[in-house]
């Protein structure tokens, strides 16, 4: 039986994750309302909340980041209109990714063989070259192989190979990239 009441009453947050989030939330409306160039003011922004971010990275002021010190990206990375980054795990993107518009990246769950159902947080890895297309799904626990493409509208809850597509609900290899 559900125990809605042992849930509520964990403690997920320490109190300075607690703080960091809080300080985020007032500080997000100024990553939010940059202009589209100010690729540099939101780099400086999520770096100062604890974010690695590497070189020549672009966030789209749309973009929405749960909690900046669990995101990691490497150079030259894109992370487009509308993505979720639902960093209560921590998320790591590699060299030369793509995220997408309309992305939903999920690095957060709930263990629904308890009672209490307790919140999870794994991670999730998107490797170097990978790209996840528009308004596609990774779960938590998931790793995109260096190279791969996770199609349009995809939902991926399985580690998906280096250099290979998938697309669909649940996400399915169509195609290897090289032979």
């Known amino acids: 039986m559900l125990d809605v009441s042992a849930n509520r009453a964990s403690r997920k947050w320490s109190r300075r994750e607690q703080a960091g989030r809080v300080a985020w939330a007032l500080v997000q409306p100024v990553f939010s309302l940059s202009p589209r160039p100010f690729w540099g003011w939101r780099r400086f922004l999520l770096r100062l909340f604890g974010a690695r971010i590497g070189a020549q990275v672009h966030i789209h002021p749309s973009v929405r980041i749960a909690i900046p010190w669990n995101i990691e990206i490497g150079d030259e990375t894109a992370v487009g209109d509308r993505v979720i980054l639902y960093s209560l795990g921590r998320i ?88």
């Open 92 to 179: 790591s993107l590699g060299r030369r990714t793509t995220i997408s518009q309309g992305a939903h990246l999920c690095a957060g769950t709930h263990d629904w063989r308890r009672p209490d159902r307790p919140l999870m947080k794994p991670p999730i890895h998107v490797e170097d070259d990978a790209w996840v297309c528009a308004d596609a799904f990774v779960g938590p626990a998931v790793t995109v192989g260096a190279g791969a493409i996770v199609g349009a509208r995809a939902v991926v809850m399985r580690d998906v190979p280096a250099m290979v597509v998938v697309t669909g609900n649940p996400a399915r290899e169509i195609r290897k990239l090289v032979d």
